[in-house]
């Protein structure tokens, strides 16, 4: 069983950074697939950015987004920079041992998010 827990969240302006935490539990969290989501009020959640054997963005944060890990630590970071109104959502960390990309279904650990706010 792995517990996540998000956290560097907060309300920012245009154009600012943050950068996101993503913590787990249990000593084999370097062998886990991670990916950040999204879900923005009224909106599905969507896939953000995902770190394993290969690591990719979703189109709309490519170049702005990067995502990396420090097993040491068991966390998972996402430095979201250029921060636009529209990037406005709760971002949550999901986690797996089996082959993940883009579908969330194929992760089997959530952690509870932590909100980003953008204002313009």
């Known amino acids: 069983q792995v517990q996540l827990v998000e956290s560097g969240g907060g309300l920012v302006q245009a154009g600012g950074s943050l950068r996101l935490s993503c913590a787990a539990s249990?000593?084999?969290?370097?062998?886990?697939?991670v990916a950040w989501f999204r879900q923005a009020p009224g909106k599905e959640r969507e896939f953000v950015a995902r770190?394993?054997?290969?690591?990719y963005y979703t189109d709309s944060v490519e170049g702005r987004f990067t995502i990396s890990r420090d097993n040491v630590k068991s966390t998972v970071y996402l430095e979201v920079n250029s921060l636009k109104p529209e990037d406005t959502a709760a971002y949550s960390c999901?986690?797996?041992?089996?082959?993940?990309?883009?579908?969330?279904?194929?992760?089997?650990?959530w952690g509870q998010g932590t909100q980003v706010t953008v204002s313009s």
């Open positions: 249990g000593r084999t969290f370097s062998i886990y697939t």
């Open positions: 770190i394993g054997g290969r690591t």
């Open positions: 999901a986690a797996t041992r089996g082959v993940a990309g883009r579908d969330q279904k194929s992760y089997d650990y």
